[in-house]
């Protein structure tokens, strides 16, 4: 999934992946997400769109740096849903993701090994739809200064062509830079040696 700094998400939303079998019928869905809050908005409004469905399992993962994950059967037997779910997610090693399958019950029971193939072939094809992305891994800059200090401030991002993504100009500035990973010590170092600017950082 990582590889340096970078790490492999989907472009955009990809849903309503229909897969059938015994006359159940399983609707997969997957989203980039970062974080669970927007899981949860997902979970929600799927529940809302299939009112009338039996299950809605899941998987997600989540990080870069630290890695988070869960996988939810949501009522099918232990380990026949969210896991196979989750194994997709691994196998195409992405991050930054979640796939949901709606289930609605046909009537004749799959038995394990077959909710097994149900949910693992749902992710796939999903999965499989999505246009995949490789992403650089990020670190947010935060940086405090007296505007006389603007021009040296303004003389590093330029030299290193650096993306500010916030910024208040007063008697007291603020620059919020995003710096690739792997030249944050070195963009820090050029920062620390100026004076009267202070900094405080953290991963995107």
Known sequence: M???DTYRTIAKTSGGVLYKDKG????????PVTE???IKKHLD???KEHHAARH???AWQLGTDTIRYRANDDGEPTHSAGQPIYGQILSKELSNVLVVVVRYFGGTKLGVGGLINAYR???KQVLDACKLLEKTVNCSIELFCE???VNKVMRIVKEHQLNITNQQMANNCRFQLSVRKRDYERIANLFSGLRGIHFSSSVE
């Open 56 to 58: 809605w399992c899941y």
């Open 121 to 123: 072939t749902s992710a």
């Open 24 to 31: 159940s019928k399983f609707f997969a869905y997957a989203f």
């Open 36 to 38: 669970e809050a927007a």
């Open 2 to 4: 990582l590889s340096g």
């Open 147 to 149: 505007y006389e200090q």
């Open 45 to 47: 409004q799927l529940k």
